[in-house]
């Protein structure tokens, strides 16, 4: 497999650049582009489900994507330390119904030496909001760059 850069061991400057990279790629909504950073034999939690493979995460995140709709992303850097990598991170979405909901999570990660990850493992929780308390603004894809993140939202 060719290399997906930045690879371990990661320091804070290619650990960030990892995180933005996930982020942007989980915000296009696309399968297809989210399960390449993935190894073909990748181990996941996801809260009760336990995708291996990228044949089935590509499945998960179809059907996640098909019923959390309007959905958008921010993940931060929490702690790395050699080929993983912590993050925390919260998401904003409504369901078929019009009912909001902003999801906290965080998920643990490890790579392998070529920079794909092998195992995922997140855990959700999921609370129900007002649209009027959404505070995820940007048009629909990539977070712009002067949005501000978990901590500067105080989220």
Do not use: C
Not at 43 to 50: G, K, Q, Y
């Amino acid at each position: 497999m060719e290399a997906k850069p930045p690879v371990p061991p990661f320091d804070r400057e290619t650990a960030t650049q990892k995180v933005r990279m996930a982020e942007d790629a989980w915000n296009s909504r696309d399968p297809d582009r989210v399960v390449q950073v993935y190894t073909d034999n990748t181990i996941w939690r996801n809260r009760a489900e336990f995708p291996v493979g990228r044949t089935e995460v590509h499945a998960f995140l179809t059907q996640k994507w098909s019923r959390e709709l309007d959905y958008r992303l921010i993940k931060e850097l929490w702690a790395f330390d050699g080929n993983r990598i912590a993050v925390r991170f919260a998401y904003e979405w409504h369901d078929h119904s019009g009912l909001w909901f902003r999801s906290y999570g965080n998920e643990n990660w490890e790579f392998n030496d070529a920079g794909y990850m092998q195992r995922r493992f997140a855990s959700i929780n999921d609370l129900p909001i007002s649209e009027q308390d959404r505070a995820f603004h940007w048009p629909l894809g990539r977070r712009p760059d002067d949005h501000p993140g978990l901590s500067d939202l105080g989220l």
